[in-house]
Nanobody
Framework: QVQVVESGGGLVQAGGSLRLSCAASTTFFARINDMGWYRRAPGKDRELVAA???????NYTDSVRGRFTISRDNARNTVDLQMNSLKPEDTAVYYCRVTTIFDVPYWGKGTLVTVSS
């Protein structure tokens, strides 16, 4: 019912910036509620990076607050993650997650972000 596709990963030097984008294609009966970004670093569990409600309320994990900004376009069902002042410890596969109004989650396949020191 919902397809989630990420884009925008890549290789960047420490201190640089990247912008991740995610698009969710859905039907009327699978309208999107919350949208968010998670990441899994090598050897670590997947963690929440940032999330945003349909009303625009955002929350961030402590390690990215002040450096990353999440935004969404409800009309297009897209969510972006602007990542500034990147650090090597931000290296991870980043996943987009969306939940429908029935609280069903859908995940993208992930996009790799590599930050070199």
């Amino acid at each position: 019912q919902v397809q989630v596709v990420e884009s925008g990963g890549g290789l960047v030097q420490a201190g640089g910036s990247l912008r991740l984008s995610c698009a969710a294609s859905t039907t009327f009966f699978a309208r999107i509620n919350d949208m968010g970004w998670y990441r899994r670093a090598p050897g670590k569990d997947r963690e929440l990076v940032a999330a945003i409600t349909s009303g625009g309320s955002a929350n961030y994990t402590d390690s990215v607050r002040g450096r990353f900004t999440i935004s969404r376009d409800n009309a297009r069902n897209t969510v972006d993650l602007q990542m500034n002042s990147l650090k090597p410890e931000d290296t991870a596969v980043y996943y987009c997650r969306v939940t429908t109004i029935f609280d069903v989650p859908y995940w993208g396949k992930g996009t790799l972000v590599t930050v070199s020191s």
